[in-house]
């Protein structure tokens, strides 16, 4: 079983299995030995002709079959679900759908992977509510320190990708700590590299923690 270094893409790699891909129900096909994460981004709530939409609320989100694909065992996480100030979508109508995809990665027991524009405060106002037992991760963090630090505070885990703050990434624990490629054509390895210089350490090394820490929030027995 591949270990996947690459928690958060938009692109199959090569080898399946070596990264978790993000699809969208309408767009899961999945390969033999893939891991995937399958969620609503707040981009495609209300939007028409792009093949992703989602008209409404929670019962849109139900008929396009997010609730049993979120079972599917090569499925290893929810999302990305979100909140995003610049998407179209009204912040009451995200929150909802945010919330019952939030709910639905509890119940099905697999991590919350996050999208987050200008939303922190509604972000936490919702974590607060839920109260999660599960993990909630922020994929392709850019933030500065202060705000890594009141997410962490939170109880989040954060994924850096090709941009972010240093002092941002230096200061993560290493147990909460996610490398990803998202959009970028970066290599992965590339982007390890770039973040074990900063945090100054080996690439080797850090390939062990964030493979320590795919086991234990993704494969979680």
Known sequence: MNIPADIHTHRLPQVPGAAIV???PETFSPQSGGWYSIGIHPWHIGRSGDGH??????????????EELAR???????????L??????????????FRHQARLAEEVG???????????????????V????????????????ALAEEYLKHGFYLS?????????LRLIPADRLFIETDESGVP?????????????????ELGETVRRNVRAVFFKP
């Open 53 to 66: 939409s989602v008209a409404g609320g929670v019962a849109d989100s139900r008929e396009c079959g997010l």
């Open 22 to 24: 993000n699809c969208y």
């Open 72 to 82: 599917h065992p090569q499925v290893l996480a929810v999302g990305e679900a979100g």
């Open 160 to 168: 850096f990708g090709e941009k972010f703050q240093e002092a941002a």
């Open 188 to 204: 992965v390895g590339e982007l390890y590299a770039r973040a074990a210089e900063v945090r100054g350490i080996s690439p080797g």
């Open 84 to 97: 995003d100030k610049l998407a179209d979508a009204p912040m009451d109508l995200q929150v909802e759908i």
């Open 130 to 145: 839920l109260c999660p037992s599960n993990p909630w991760i922020i994929h392709g963090f850019r933030g500065k320190a």
């Open 110 to 128: 697999k991590p919350l992977v996050i999208h987050l524009v200008k939303a922190t405060d509604e972000l936490l106002k919702v974590k607060c």
